[in-house]
């Protein structure tokens, strides 16, 4: 029951920016991370970038110091924001939400993907 929403993707020169947002809703119980792949073509999915609810961050090395991952756990939304983009940054980006769910005994894992939302940049 856990939807995930994405927005933000588009077409930008390269240097440019974007922001991209995934707010997840439904039965939430727990969120215990938060965070975004990519798949260009001919490449396998890749993560670009997580986040845990406590703030904790993982970033791929091919963006460091160009993307910069954050949440707003009130409203359940996690944001990418996307700096000097450049061509090979070229794919559809997939939110990705790992939580958990009230069972009868405890809880129970919880893995949603988004629609994806294709970013291109241009050569």
């Known amino acids: 029951q856990v939807e995930l929403v994405e927005s933000g993707g588009g077409l930008v020169q390269a240097g440019g920016s974007l922001r991209l947002s995934c707010a997840a809703s439904?039965?939430?119980?727990?969120?215990?991370?938060m965070g975004w792949f990519r798949q260009a073509p001919g490449k396998q999915r890749e993560l670009v970038a997580s986040?845990?609810?406590?703030?904790?961050?993982n970033i791929a090395d091919s963006v460091k110091g160009r993307f910069t991952i954050s949440r707003d756990n009130a409203k359940n939304t996690v944001y990418l924001q996307m700096n000097s983009l450049k061509p090979e940054d070229t794919a559809v980006y997939y939110c990705h939400y790992q939580g958990s769910r009230v069972v009868a005994l405890g809880t129970k894992s919880v893995e949603v993907w988004g629609q994806g939302t294709l970013v291109t940049v241009p050569s």
């Open positions: 986040i845990t609810s406590s703030g904790n961050t």
């Open positions: 439904g039965s939430i119980f727990s969120i215990n991370a």
